[in-house]
């Protein structure tokens, strides 16, 4: 199993950026998958999820209504679009796969990922 992130970078507040993540290794249309991110010092922390067909989305409070998950099965690719960015947005995105069976869009422990992958750093700043 290979998720590769990119996308990362820097930007301003209020701006917007895109992260994908390229998985390969497993049957990627069986799999829900989501997102996390981590900033030094601080708890790895649960950003959003979706089901293995994208019907159904899950968010952190801190993001919903600024950051959209959507997925393409013919690509094996996972998308996190972030708008109206903020400076505590600021950390390391982490793309994640749960364990078989796993449903997206709800909220998911850090337990339930089976896989990570290297991360992106997004930073937000003037």
């Known amino acids: 199993v290979q998720l590769v992130e990119s996308g990362g970078g820097l930007v301003q507040p209020g701006g917007s950026l895109s992260v994908s993540c390229a998985a390969s290794g497993f049957l990627f249309s069986n799999y829900a998958m989501g997102w996390f991110r981590q900033v030094p010092g601080k708890e790895r922390e649960f950003v959003a999820s979706i089901s293995w067909s994208g019907g159904s989305t899950y968010y952190a409070e801190s993001v919903k209504g600024r950051f959209t998950i959507s997925r393409d099965n013919a690509r094996k690719t996972v998308y996190l679009q972030m708008n109206s960015l903020k400076p505590e947005d600021t950390a390391v995105y982490y793309c994640?796969?749960?364990?078989?069976?796993?449903?997206?869009?709800?909220?998911?422990?850090?337990?339930?990922?089976?896989?990570w992958g290297q991360g992106t750093q997004v930073t937000v700043s003037s």
């Open positions: 994640a796969r749960p364990g078989p069976g796993s449903i997206g869009g709800t909220y998911w422990y850090k337990a339930r990922i089976d896989y």
